[in-house]
């Protein structure tokens, strides 16, 4: 199975009544027929299958988000003083549209 999946998704999030937000995918025959396999030899159903990638890609994703963030928070603090970084990650918050109130 290729590390990632070929999903091109538009959604507008609007849950269900079980709090969900589904989406329907439409697959490649090959991709559907590489699912399938794949599902077959984790003993799951391919529905199952793709959510379960999905949410792993998703929670990798903010994973290696939160230790990119990390690692640049480590580089700045090797050449600035801890009171400085806080001033700018504070101003840079007060300045920034959008960013939530700090």
Excluded at 43 to 56: C, G, I, M, N, Y
Excluded at 58 to 71: E, I, T, Y
Aim: hydrophobic share 45%.
């Amino acid at each position: 199975m290729p590390r990632r999946l070929p999903v091109d998704v538009i959604t507008t999030h609007y849950p269900d009544a079980n709090r969900q937000v589904l989406l329907n995918l439409a697959f490649p025959p090959a991709v559907h027929a590489t699912i399938r396999r794949a599902a077959h030899e984790t003993l799951q159903s391919p529905e199952r299958f793709v959510k379960l990638a999905l949410q792993h890609a998703m929670d990798q994703h903010a994973s290696d988000g939160a230790d990119r963030l990390d690692r640049a928070v480590q580089q700045l603090l090797t050449g600035t003083a801890v009171a400085h970084l806080l001033a700018a990650v504070g101003h840079a918050l007060t300045h920034t549209p959008g960013a939530a109130p700090a």
